[in-house]
C-alpha cells in the first residue's frame, strides 16, 4: 500500500508545473544570462534543495519498515 503511494506521489511530482526556486540576486542573475541559463539554473536550485529531503525520506522509511512490528 505505501509503496503504492509513494509511486502515485512520485508520479505526481514529476508532472507538476515546474516551481520556481530563485532568491531575488538568483532571478536578477538569471535575467541576465537569457532564457536556457535561467531554467538550468533554476533545475539546479530544486536539484539540490530535493536531495536532502530525498535522503531524510529513504532513510525514514528504512527506520519505519525495520521497526514497524514494534509499533503493532
Known amino acids: 500500500m505505501l ?3 509513494l509511486i502515485i506521489v512520485f508520479f505526481i511530482q ?3 508545473a515546474v516551481a520556481s ?3 531575488s540576486i ?3 542573475t538569471a535575467q541576465q544570462l537569457g532564457e ?3 531554467k538550468a539554473l533554476n533545475r539546479g536550485i530544486i536539484y539540490l534543495a530535493a ?5 531524510m525520506g529513504v532513510i ?3 527506520w519505519w ?8
Open 21 to 23: 526556486a530563485q532568491c
Open 26 to 28: 538568483c532571478t536578477k
Open 3 to 5: 509503496k503504492r503511494v
Open 51 to 55: 536531495m536532502p529531503l530525498v535522503a
Open 14 to 16: 514529476l508532472h507538476s
Open 65 to 72: 519498515k525495520s521497526n514497524r512490528e514494534n509499533f503493532d
Open 36 to 38: 536556457k541559463p535561467a
Open 60 to 62: 525514514g522509511y528504512r
